[in-house]
């Protein structure tokens, strides 16, 4: 059921003149994070051809993976005038001030991949994401089936510090291998979200365990991560995808390739195409000034090396990673 507040907010925007303009007459502003990683840099590839196949002017600004270049970014668009902004949000919060502001300007705000912690969720019309925490749940199943009852010491490469996906696919993966008391996670550290600082991490966690000779498993947050971790294995004289099992997050080209190797085992796919059901809700919105549900749920699929990782590569190059 709406909430009253949600139905004022919808009219607000309608009386602003909002609900008149054609998608083609649209001016979107996207604060992206950044390009830290594979995906994200699909994300923002994808989310052009989405604007462009629906005819919407798009402007991207990179953060740079710093949320003071976000709120700048937000702060430009307002004053641009334009006519929605999709965020990225680096960090989960800190945004209330410039989302009211956007608010003040009778600007609807989506969220893309991340949400926010907000007491106030009219300051964003809806949030389009995966189910995160389903996310890491899914790897943690995959590894408890895997390793069955085999006593496994399992190494985590934590998101960013305080990013929504870090937080939940911790919490994801963590109920995934509740029920299995023969997995322990035995070191967790962030590695950004990088693919060099997931090496880099990945080569102290080795280091402090024996050479990795007595750890079952890597679980990283992202694929990136999971690439930087598979070069320090291979560096430390083990063998990925056998010595130590490795499940990731995201589904980007590279980890396909690991898996078409041995080298990776499992990836959780999470969608590039965030903009796409964005640009959609935003349209409706327009049309009929109607808010769309709060929480919009992209697919997430799990691959392993059953599923033609050569093949996926390909496909998965196909979006523009």
Partial sequence: MISMKRILLASVFAVAGFGTASAADLTVGF??????SGWR??????????AEKRGIAFKIADA?????????????????????????????????????????????VILLDRTIETADDSLYLTAVTSDTVHEGKVAGEWLAKTVADKDCKVLELQGTVGSSPAINRKKGFEEGIASASNIKIVRSQTGDFTRSKGKEVMEGFLKAENGGKDICALYAHNDDMAVGAIQAIKEAGLKPGKDILVVSVDAVPDIFKAMADGEANATVELTPNMAGPAFDALKEFKDSGKAPPKWIQTESKLFTQADDPMKVYEEKKGLGY
């Fill in 31 to 36: 604060s992206q994070i950044g390009s830290e």
């Fill in 41 to 50: 840099a699909a994300e923002t590839s994808v989310s052009k051809i989405e």
């Fill in 64 to 108: 740079q993976q710093k949320q003071e270049n976000q709120i700048k970014a937000i702060r430009g668009f307002i004053a641009q005038g334009v006519d929605a902004i999709f965020i990225a949000p680096v960090v989960a919060t800190g945004w209330d001030t410039v989302l009211a502001e956007a608010k003040e300007a009778d600007i609807p």
